[in-house]
């Protein structure tokens, strides 16, 4: 799986039935987090340049509980884009808190 190092600056998106909840961007770790977030399932997405998009859905939300997820956001190989892209994989670990 090649050499997982966490992504700074990843743009992260929580989605909620097709809706924009919230939105954050990944620290120097690769970590973010949502606060007070309503109960239910949501979709994040991750993305950053020179990277593949990564992509969770229906994460399960509830009350006074932290849910925690990897996702993995590859780079791009040098045969799936153009131009001069390092082609190691590369991997952010995130938590994905809610409180209320």
Do not use: C, W
Request: hydrophobic share 30%; no cysteine; charged share 25%.
């Amino acid at each position: 799986m090649g050499n997982l190092l966490p992504v700074d600056g990843a743009i992260i998106v929580l989605m909620r039935n097709n809706k924009l909840i919230d939105r954050t961007i990944t620290d120097e770790d690769g970590q973010f987090i949502f606060r007070y977030t309503d109960t239910g399932q949501y979709d994040i997405t991750a993305s950053k340049e020179g990277f593949i998009t990564g992509i969770i859905t229906r994460i399960p939300v509830t009350p006074n509980h932290i849910t925690r997820n990897d996702l993995y956001l590859p780079k791009y190989h040098k045969e799936q884009m153009p131009g001069d892209v390092v082609s190691e994989p590369y991997s952010y670990n995130r938590k994905f808190m809610r409180e209320h």
